[in-house]
């Protein structure tokens, strides 16, 4: 399945967790990349974090380091987004992409259609 599809959004009070997950199969060697972007209502998309199957390199946003974890199977097929001490800045509609060709350029070939996530205060 080379479209991701998400799934692990839904409603969680801060402080809690959600675990986020993306099948999809669209990687090759050169766009090795996965990454998890996300847009919260009235605002532009951004970027949360990717890994790179090719060297195991991992990115992540400021604002996300440290409380959100980004793994996957060694197939690199599933990736999974563990977010943890989640604060209602957190909140939107969190995008799966596959297919870039580096952790530092957003050209992704596929994106997901999104799960919404929302923190409440």
């Known amino acids: 399945q080379v479209q991701p599809v998400e799934s692990g959004g839904g409603l969680v009070q801060a402080g809690g967790s959600l675990r986020l997950s993306c099948a999809a199969s669209?990687?090759?060697?050169?766009?090795?990349?996965m990454g998890w972007f996300r847009q919260a209502p009235g605002k532009e998309r951004e970027f949360v974090t990717a890994v790179n199957w090719s060297t195991g390199g991992t990115r992540y946003a400021v604002s996300v380091k440290g409380r959100f974890t980004i793994s996957g199977d060694n197939a690199g097929n599933t990736v999974y987004l563990q977010m943890n001490s989640l604060k209602p800045e957190d909140t939107g509609v969190y995008y799966c992409a596959t297919g870039g060709r580096s952790l530092y350029t957003e050209d992704y070939v596929y994106w997901g259609q999104g799960t919404q996530v929302t923190v409440s205060s």
């Open positions: 669209g990687r090759t060697l050169s766009r090795p990349a």
